[in-house]
């Protein structure tokens, strides 16, 4: 059987934002902590900025992005460099699934912050078992 290819995260870039910052650590918490053996972290500014390595990388992998607000610019980024969004996020979509958890903060989240980027991480990283085939670990 082929390896699967790897997961290619694309968090939104909102800086200076609440979701924006859920968002990007969600993104942190997938592939650094959940499933770092089959994702790839690709920032949003590389690909607004037209790097080769990131649009290579979603060019050739299958994506997800996690928007922090209606502009969506991780879902149009990923398009217009010619990158399939398998599954796409809205910060407040998910937060609309999980209301205990209240975000606040900006450089530094809070803990209902922090919970709720887990609680999106956790989603996601199901997302990438059931695009690996179910196989994780």
Do not use: W
């Amino acid at each position: 059987m082929n390896d699967p290819k790897r997961v290619v995260i694309v968090p939104c870039s909102g800086i200076g934002k609440t979701y924006g910052s859920v968002s990007r650590e969600a993104a942190y918490d997938v592939t650094q902590d959940l499933r770092p053996e089959s994702t790839e972290l690709v920032p949003l500014s590389l690909l607004v900025l037209g790097d080769e390595q990131a649009r290579a990388a979603v060019v050739g992998s299958p994506a997800i992005t996690i928007d922090g607000c209606k502009l969506a610019c991780a879902t149009k980024m990923v398009k217009e460099s010619g990158g399939e969004v398998t599954k796409d996020y809205a910060v407040l979509d998910v937060y609309r699934r999980y209301k205990q958890f209240k975000p606040q903060g900006i450089a530094e989240l809070n803990e209902g912050g922090r919970q709720l980027a887990q609680a999106l991480a956790e989603e996601i990283a199901s997302v990438v078992d059931d695009l690996q085939g179910g196989q994780h670990g």
